[in-house]
């Protein structure tokens, strides 16, 4: 009933190393920074934090869960039945759903890794260091550029493609075990000289201090999108990470240590970032590019900035190859599973599909400028359509199909004999998935809709 040549992640660090490395990614600095900035800061970083707890938390539970009692990818897990497989079942779709965000999630990260590579090269060539250039202008050229972005997303395909095709213990865990603690390290060096910046206080205040006025009317959408799409949630990768956990593991803990680092990390790209945004009097809502606006300036002034700025940029990149692993990995393992292909067949596969996608977003400042709704190109109205309301969608599926799933094999998972607070906490954790994630979810849905009707 289960496929028996599943890989498993040898050591509990390594899984920890990938899971962290999935979640930790661009999401955390190149997007929790642009939609605090658009969002008016504190009370939508609050938010967020809330939605973390609330949602995630749980929610990501129930993914790892759901991947390692099935040991199947997450179309498979939604056909799973104890006794076998159920082709007809009628949850199918949301695998598919998750499926389709997965592939234009990854189209646009890709466009965006791209661009890190591109800031690689420009730190390299001494650009963020040198008098005479204008380190922040870097960005708005590139975006004009659609060929330049498309084979830069190229070179980033190639890279992503050649650990995944390797395999889970080969490729992800050794890489992850490497990068990710030396790019937290960075991070935290980078945040205490950023606390000395002269818009530091600023900074703290805006991303700290709750005004609720300054919220956006689609503060909570986003909030919650944000949240799930951080911890990489909604979208079948934490499925596929806990169909290849070995059965010693015990969830909960490391989902606690997942959500819990993943927020803190996310924090710290608050505090690195915005002390430069109000040292330099930029626009803190100016969209997208305000990460790769604000930090090449800070190099320019740092002792040691050259390198400094080369490390911080080969670091994001690290941390944009894991997130963008895991959600390779996620669709890899679909073609394996359900369409029977070979490793390398499947990567190939995603890799085709993902060039093509990330094509159209990588053109969205240049040939398709003009397709735009509002203020929004192509690549944020993708960016949108898929986190505020495609994730959602499938985590409410995704909880009410666990909380059916049987009542021994969650708890098998979940409970830890030594610990009588395990006991207690199956409970409240059985009451969070079937009611308290779907109210709130859907609560915010309609929230939403009122608003859109109310602003039309
Ligand atoms: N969580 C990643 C980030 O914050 O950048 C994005 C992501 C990675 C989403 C992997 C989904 C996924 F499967």
Redesign the pocket.
């Known amino acids: 009933m289960q496929p028996s040549n599943r890989g498993t992640f040898k050591s509990r660090f390594g899984f920890y190393m990938a899971a962290i490395g999935?979640?930790?990614?661009?999401?955390?600095l190149w997007?929790f920074s642009y939609v605090t900035g658009i969002n008016g800061g504190g009370a939508f970083v609050l938010l967020y934090i809330f939605f973390v707890g609330a949602i995630g938390l749980p929610v990501l539970i129930s993914e790892l869960m759901l991947g390692k009692i099935t040991r199947r990818n997450i179309i498979g897990a939604f056909k799973w039945k104890p006794w076998g497989q159920n082709p007809k079942s009628r949850w199918r779709w949301l695998g598919v759903l998750a499926l389709l965000a997965?592939f234009v999630?990854l189209g646009y990260?890709t466009v965006v890794s791209g661009w890190v590579i591109h800031f690689i090269v420009q730190a390299v060539m001494g650009q963020f260091t040198n008098p005479d250039a204008m380190p922040e202008y870097i960005i708005d050229r590139l975006m004009s550029r659609g060929y330049l972005q498309i084979l830069l997303a190229g070179v980033h395909i190639i890279f992503t493609a050649s650990i995944v095709s390797r395999g889970i213990q080969e490729g992800i865990e050794r890489f992850s075990r490497v990068f990710m603690p030396l790019f937290m390290l960075i991070v935290v060096g980078l945040v205490v000289h950023s606390l000395f910046l002269p818009g530091a206080s600023e900074a703290l205040r805006f991303l700290f201090y709750p005004d609720f006025s300054k919220l956006s009317a689609s503060a909570a959408i986003e909030a919650l999108g944000h949240a799930l799409?951080?911890?990489?949630l909604g979208?079948g990768?934490m499925v596929a990470y806990g169909s290849y956990l070995k059965p010693e593991v015990h969830i909960p803990s490391e989902a606690v240590l997942v959500a819990g680092l993943d927020t803190i990390l996310s924090l710290c790209a608050g505090v690195l970032i915005f002390p430069i945004v109000f040292t330099m009097h930029a626009d803190s809502g100016s969209g997208p590019a305000l990460l790769f606006k604000s930090m090449p300036v800070l190099f320019r002034h740092l002792p040691l900035g050259y390198w400094v700025g080369v490390a911080f940029f080969v670091c994001l990149y690290f941390a944009a190859l894991s997130?963008s692993i895991?959600?390779f990995e996620?669709l890899v393992t679909y073609f394996i599973d359900e369409q029977k292909m070979k490793r390398t067949a499947a990567t190939l596969t995603v890799s085709t599909i993902t060039c093509i996608l990330a094509a159209g977003s990588a053109l969205s400042g240049s040939l398709f400028k003009n397709i735009r709704l509002g203020e929004r190109g192509i690549l944020e109205i993708m960016d949108q359509v898929i986190i505020n309301w495609t994730l959602p969608v499938v985590t409410v599926g995704l909880v009410l199909f666990v909380s059916r799933m049987r009542e021994k094999d969650k708890e098998d998972q979940f409970v830890d004999q030594k610990s009588l607070v395990s006991v207690r906490m199956f409970s409240t954790w059985k009451t969070t998935i079937k009611y308290l994630v779907p109210s709130i979810i859907i609560l915010v849905f309609i929230f939403q809709l009122i608003v859109n009707i109310f602003r039309s």
């Open positions: 999935s979640a930790f990614g661009l999401g955390n997007r997965s999630v990260y799409f951080t911890l990489s979208f990768a997130a895991a959600l996620g």
